[in-house]
């Protein structure tokens, strides 16, 4: 069995192990994306944000194979 040290890496200091903690971070994401997309038309913006679903996806799927 892993341990929680052999999930994360340099940079996240939390891991839940709730899966629905992941799924509202992502809803949350998505709603800024939609809220502004017509204010912050800019590719890097909506990269970070793209990027910050990804991670938190990844994260989930880590504290799926974690339990």
Do not use: C, H, P
Not at 30 to 38: A, L, Q, R, V
């Amino acid at each position: 069995m892993k341990r929680f040290n052999d999930f994360i890496t340099e940079g996240t200091w939390a891991f839940s192990k709730n899966l629905e903690d992941y799924d509202n971070a992502i809803k949350e994401i998505e709603n800024i994306k939609d809220k502004y997309y017509g204010t912050v038309g800019d590719d890097q913006f909506f990269d970070g944000l793209d990027n910050a679903i990804e991670r938190a996806k990844e994260l989930k799927k880590m504290s799926e194979e974690s339990n």
